[in-house]
C-alpha cells in the first residue's frame, strides 16, 4: 500500500509557474507508476503526465506538452510536476495517483491509490 500527499498549488496569473510534489509513503515506492491527473468543474478527470518507474519515459497531455514537466526521484520516494506557460484553462485540481500496472495507464480507475489534490487557479 501507499498513500500520496500532493503540495505545491495555489494562484498564478496566466503565464507563470508552479512545481506541484508528490511525496509517497512506503517501502514499495518503486513497484508503482505515479502520474498526475486534474479534474476541473464539471469535467471528467483526466491524465495530464505520466512517467515510468525508472523515469526514463514520459507521456503527456496535448494540452500540456512543451510546457509541463514530469519527473520521478526513486531515492526520495517522489513524483513532481513542473508547470510553465500556465493558462486560465490549467485551473484544476491536480491528483497524483499510483497503479501497479504500467505506467500509460490512462483511466482512473486504473489507479489504486490517490492523493487528496491540491488546487491550482490560474488568473487571466
Known amino acids: 500500500q501507499v498513500q500520496l500527499v500532493e503540495s505545491g498549488g495555489g494562484l498564478v496569473q496566466a503565464g507563470g509557474s508552479l512545481r506541484l510534489s508528490c511525496a509517497a509513503s512506503?517501502?514499495?515506492?518503486?513497484?508503482?507508476?505515479v502520474n498526475w491527473f486534474r479534474q476541473a468543474p464539471g469535467k471528467e478527470r483526466d491524465l495530464v503526465a505520466a512517467?515510468?518507474?525508472?523515469?526514463?519515459?514520459?507521456i503527456y497531455a496535448d494540452s500540456v506538452k512543451g510546457r509541463f514537466t514530469i519527473s520521478r526521484d526513486n531515492a526520495k520516494n517522489t513524483v513532481s510536476l513542473q508547470m510553465n506557460s500556465l493558462k486560465p484553462e490549467d485551473t484544476a485540481v491536480y491528483y497524483c495517483?499510483?497503479?501497479?500496472?504500467?505506467?500509460?495507464?490512462?483511466?482512473?480507475?486504473?489507479?489504486?491509490?490517490w492523493g487528496q489534490g491540491t488546487q491550482v487557479t490560474v488568473s487571466s
Open positions: 495517483a499510483a497503479t501497479v500496472g504500467t505506467y500509460y495507464y490512462t483511466r482512473p480507475d486504473e489507479y489504486n491509490f
Open positions: 512506503g517501502r514499495t515506492f518503486s513497484a508503482y507508476a
Open positions: 512517467i515510468s518507474r525508472n523515469g526514463g519515459r514520459t
